[in-house]
C-alpha cells in the first residue's frame, strides 16, 4: 500500500481508512470498497495474511461495526452490512453477489418504517437512521458460501460447511454440513473421509 494508504493498481482515486488492517500478503483490489465504510473505532476492519478482496466487495460498515477476514480468505464482489460484527474464518470462500448482514438496518414495525421513509428526504445524506438491534455473523474456518446467497443476523455457519447458491441462511448451518435453500436447510453431512481427504471423484 502507497502513503497516503492508496492502492498502485486502483482504478479509484480514494483510499484505504486509517483504521482498516490490511496483512502485507493480502490482496486488496480497490479502495472503493470502502465508499460507505463509517467505522470510527482505532480498529474497525482487518484482513488477514494471504487473504484476498476483488473489485465490487462493499463494506458498508457502521460506526461501532467490526469486519475481521481471516488468513487465505477469498472475498469475491460480496456485500458487507455490518453494524457489530461479521467474521470470515481462515480458508473461506465468499463467491460473487453474496451479502451478509448482521443488522436489518430498519424496524420490522410498518408504522416506524413508514416515518423513517418520510423522514428520509429531509436528511444529507439520504439515510435511514432507524434504531435496529445488530447480532454477529460468525463464519468459521474453511467455510464455502455460493453466488447470490445471503446470510441473516446472528447466524454461525460452522467449519467445513458448504452453503448451495442462492441461499438464505437464516440460522445457525452446523460444521461438516452442506446446505441449500430458502431458508437454508442441511442436505448432508459430510463424511471422515471428504473432512479429510478430499471428496473421492472416481
Not at 473461506?92 to 418520510?118: G, K
Not at 446467497?149 to 448451495?164: A, M, Q
Request: with cysteine.
Amino acid at each position: 500500500m502507497n502513503s497516503p494508504r492508496t492502492l498502485p493498481w486502483d482504478w479509484y482515486e480514494g483510499t484505504v481508512p486509517g483504521n482498516v488492517s490490511v496483512h502485507e500478503t493480502a490482496y486488496l483490489e480497490s479502495a472503493y470498497s470502502f465508499r460507505l465504510y463509517r467505522n470510527q473505532d482505532e480498529e474497525g476492519l482487518t484482513i488477514g495474511s494471504g487473504a484476498a478482496v476483488y473489485n465490487g466487495t462493499m463494506f458498508d460498515v457502521g460506526q461501532h461495526g467490526k469486519v475481521r477476514i481471516g488468513t487465505y480468505a477469498v472475498i469475491n464482489p460480496a456485500w458487507f452490512i455490518c453494524d457489530e460484527l461479521i467474521e470470515v474464518g481462515d480458508y473461506s470462500l465468499i463467491a460473487w453477489n453474496v451479502v451478509l448482514m448482521d443488522t436489518y438496518r430498519i424496524s420490522l414495525q410498518p408504522s416506524q418504517r413508514r416515518f423513517e421513509l418520510q423522514q428520509l428526504p429531509k436528511r444529507s445524506p439520504r439515510r435511514i437512521e432507524s434504531p435496529s438491534s445488530a447480532r454477529a455473523i460468525r463464519i468459521q474456518q474453511n467455510v464455502w458460501i455460493g453466488f447470490d446467497s445471503c446470510v441473516l443476523p446472528g447466524v454461525t455457519i460452522g467449519e467445513g460447511s458448504v452453503i448451495g447458491a442462492r441461499s438464505v441462511v437464516a440460522s445457525d448451518i452446523p460444521p461438516f454440513t452442506m446446505a441449500a435453500g430458502n431458508p437454508a436447510r442441511p442436505i448432508r453431512k459430510f463424511s471422515q473421509e471428504e473432512r479429510h481427504h478430499g471428496i473421492n471423484k472416481n
